[in-house]
């Protein structure tokens, strides 16, 4: 649907005029808006934008479980058992 009130696109971060886009709701957060155009270039890209989420979500996850890993109790095995894990996917010697 078409938007109603102006807005920043969420793809190109310039200014969306009413009616000039297409808006969503995101759960929890609000409504986000972006121009039709941005819309129809990106149309069926939205993988890519999580993939490079989740991609970066692991490694700042790879880190924590690094220090983690330093601690005692049940998460400290559970991360250690996950830098395990990943050492022998990547064909590394634990």
Same mark, same amino acid.
């Not at 050492?87 to 010697?93: F, Q």
């Given at each position: 649907m078409r938007n109603r009130y102006p807005g920043i696109c969420y793809r190109c971060g310039e200014?969306?005029? !009413?009616?000039?886009?297409?808006?969503?709701?995101?759960?929890?957060?609000?409504?986000?808006?972006?121009?039709?155009?941005? !819309?129809?270039?990106?149309?069926?890209?939205?993988?890519?934008?999580?993939?490079e989420r989740n991609r970066l979500a692991a490694r700042r996850r790879h880190k924590s479980d690094e220090e983690r890993a330093m601690g005692t109790g049940k998460g400290a095995q559970r991360a250690r058992r996950r830098l395990r894990e990943k050492a022998m996917a990547e064909g590394a010697a634990p």
């Amino acid at each position: 649907m078409r938007n109603r009130y102006p807005g920043i696109c969420y793809r190109c971060g310039e200014n969306v005029e !009413a009616g000039a886009g297409h808006f969503e709701r995101l759960p929890y957060r609000g409504w986000r808006v972006q121009h039709a155009d941005c !819309a129809i270039k990106f149309r069926g890209q939205a993988g890519v934008i999580t993939k490079e989420r989740n991609r970066l979500a692991a490694r700042r996850r790879h880190k924590s479980d690094e220090e983690r890993a330093m601690g005692t109790g049940k998460g400290a095995q559970r991360a250690r058992r996950r830098l395990r894990e990943k050492a022998m996917a990547e064909g590394a010697a634990p």
